[in-house]
């Protein structure tokens, strides 16, 4: 299904902005009327049929039933999952211009709670005054009722019983309406970047996720959550994905689909997309992932996500009652007893929520759970220590597939570097322990855009994706695809001591008044002479032989653990690490081993490092010497 062929209806829709709100709108709020008018006209039809069964029954229980079941039975009545008991439709509100205002807000009172829900959230009575004082609100509701466009399921036939208006299944609808969410998102980039990810990286994602276990999902039942689902674009793409008849899986699984939503309008869009798809928009969740889970207890099988990164969850720390308890942040949420990161980052702290919803590896046909995320840089070497804690079990636990770096200027809302993660708790024997890291950031891999969208530059082609996605799957190390033992990726961090200088003693307050200190300066200037092999705090202590409190056995060692630590690999040996890079320039020195801290970083730089060799000076210089020609050849033509 291609999206040209609904172009007419987008095209109309798109008209009714141009044509009734621009004087009263800004362009980049058409979509606060336009996106609400197009779900309420899309369910109006769907409800037609049955309107006048729904009222009846709705006027003989009202009364009688409680909330609950009378609910259920108009569902039941409706045949869809939602109704409407008002006496309006859409169309007969028409037939009464002067009460237009007072009839249209009876005809929103008269639906379900899960419609009402979705019209709160959009803030869609806001926008009532708005229209009624310009006077457009009757003309909005007459466009959307045209018979130039048809939004029903059902084809249209004129007088001599010839096709007018072909029906528009759910999927139809779907294209139609994520449409319209991307043009207004390309309206008002810099707001939509926050909500919206491009649909190329989602593309990627989901060949990334679906491809390597495609024999594995033909048929059954299968979840896909998405803990941050902006409008819902990751979560349709992917069961679209799976599901499509021309694609590359053809599966016949069942398919179903959660989320959870923070932004109100965003949650409204993606709640109104599911249920115009014919999908459960109750499985839709409003409220922050991190402090509200409204899934908790859930496990699912798939896990796409762009989570805000480089953004504060303080909020979100207050709710959860996070606090600091002898050096170590905890909260009582069992989802982030890994690691917290620090309140102004909390990224992975989404990743961790979607660690906690996988399934056993051996469940659904040995599928487990897999998970694509997209991250900024720091996700990968951030020494923040709740970021080190969450890395170190993400890769200590054998989760993390691959990470694929993507090109700068991706998304609508940042240039900056970003990288999808691929995790899973069933890897192949071949992945076991190891790690692929693949460089997509080179030009072989996207195009410039002729013009940008906000800070959306570059671009993915199907060709792009391909690339990117076979070399994911060969699994094979070339130029631009690396691949590494888990304990590659990890160092060891110490501390290095040492005894302060004598000069910088001398200027210490707290070390002149040592009745010892004569005695302590003669000891270190005869360490100075000849220095010793300590291998510990003791062994210094012991070599001044001079008896000393605690506080002032501390106050001579330095022990700065921001100049003085050294990460090690770990695949090499520490004392053999420190007798040969650390001794030989830091005589009298020790290993602090009661500092030793074990963690991870990926640096992508470093394994994709290409030496590009400096420009000959003769080149330089020819390219000064032109430079110079031109300058005198344009002074030329003016003074003469």
């Known amino acids: ?17 141009d044509d009734l709100l621009r004087d009263v709108y800004v362009k980049g709020k058409y979509r606060d009327v336009i996106l609400p008018m197009t779900i309420l006209r899309r369910l109006d039809v769907i409800l037609e049929p049955t309107k006048d069964k729904v009222l009846e ?5 009202k009364d009688k039933m409680d909330k609950g079941t009378l609910n259920t039975l108009l569902c039941r009545t409706s045949e869809a999952t939602f109704y409407n008991h008002s006496h309006f439709t859409l169309k007969k509100l028409l037939d009464d211009p002067k009460n237009i205002r007072i009839n249209f807000e009876n005809y929103l009172e008269g639906f379900s709670e899960n419609i009402k829900d979705i019209i709160t959230k959009f803030k869609f009575k806001n926008q009532l005054d708005t229209l009624d004082e310009a006077k457009i609100l009757y003309g909005v509701i007459e466009r959307f009722c045209s018979t130039k466009i048809n939004l029903s ?6 007088d001599k019983n010839e096709l007018i208006h072909k029906g528009l299944s759910n999927l139809g609808m779907g294209y139609i309406f994520e449409e319209l969410i991307r043009r207004f998102n390309e309206e008002n980039n810099e707001e939509a970047g926050e909500h919206f990810t491009p649909r190329e990286i989602i593309d990627l994602m989901t060949h990334l996720v679906f491809l390597p276990i495609k024999d594995k999902i033909q048929k059954g039942t299968f979840t896909i959550y998405d803990n941050a689902c902006g409008s819902g674009g990751m979560l349709t793409e992917s069961k679209e994905f799976i599901t499509d008849e021309k694609g590359l899986i053809r599966s016949k699984a069942q398919i179903l689909l959660y989320g959870q939503e923070i932004n109100p309008e965003t949650y409204a869009i993606c709640k109104a997309d599911m249920l115009i798809k014919g999908e459960n928009p109750d499985n839709i969740k409003y409220g922050s992932t991190l402090s509200e889970d409204k899934l908790s207890g859930e496990k699912f099988d798939f896990m796409l996500t762009n989570p805000p990164y480089g953004k504060s969850w303080e909020k979100d720390q207050k709710e959860l009652d996070v606090s600091k308890k002898g050096g170590i942040t905890t909260c009582n949420d069992p989802r982030f007893q890994v690691g917290i990161t620090s309140k102004s980052d909390g990224q992975m702290m989404f990743l961790l929520n979607m ?16 998970i694509a995320s997209v991250h900024n840089g720091s996700s990968l070497f951030n020494s923040d220590s709740g970021m080190v804690a969450i890395r170190k079990y993400i890769i200590e636990n054998d989760l993390l597939e691959a990470i694929i770096a993507l090109p700068t200027n991706m998304f609508y809302n ?19 322990g190891k790690v692929q890291l693949i460089n997509a950031t080179k030009e072989t891999y996207y195009t410039k855009m002729k013009k940008s969208l906000g800070q959306k530059q570059n671009n993915m082609t199907k060709e792009h994706i391909d690339k990117i996605t076979n070399l994911f799957l060969a699994n094979k190390e070339n130029d631009d695809c690396k691949i590494f033992d888990n304990t590659e990726f990890g160092y060891t961090k110490i501390t290095i001591e040492r005894p302060k200088s004598i000069e910088i003693l001398l200027n210490d307050e707290k070390f002149q008044a040592l009745e010892q200190k004569d005695e302590l300066v003669s000891k270190l200037k005869e360490l100075e002479a000849n220095p010793q092999d300590f291998t510990s705090k003791e062994d210094f202590i012991n070599f001044l032989d001079v008896k000393l409190k605690k506080a002032e056995e ?15 690999p770990l695949t ?33 730089n470093k394994y994709f490092y290409t030496y590009t060799a400096p420009r000959s000076l ?10 110079e020609q031109e300058t005198q050849d344009l002074l030329k033509q003016i003074l003469c």
């Open 572 to 604: 090499q040996d520490i004392q053999s690490y420190y007798e040969s890079e650390v001794k030989p320039y830091v005589p009298n020195s020790w290993i602090a081993w009661e500092s030793k801290v074990v963690g991870y970083e990926i640096l992508f």
């Open 153 to 158: 399921m059902h084809p249209i036939f004129n």
């Open 1 to 17: 299904m291609q999206i040209h062929q609904f172009q007419p209806i987008i095209s109309f829709i798109w008209s009714v902005a």
């Open 414 to 432: 940042t240039g900056i570097p970003t990288f999808i993660w691929i995790l899973t708790n069933n890897k192949t024997e071949s992945k076991k």
């Open 554 to 568: 501390n106050l001579l060692i330095d022990s700065d653990k921001t100049n003085n630590t050294e990460k090690i």
């Open 57 to 61: 029954i709705y006027n003989k229980h």
């Open 355 to 370: 660690l906690s919803k996988m399934k056993k590896p051996k469940e659904n046909n040995g599928v487990g759970s897999r």
């Open 618 to 627: 003769e080149s330089i210089n020819k390219d000064l010497q032109d430079l």
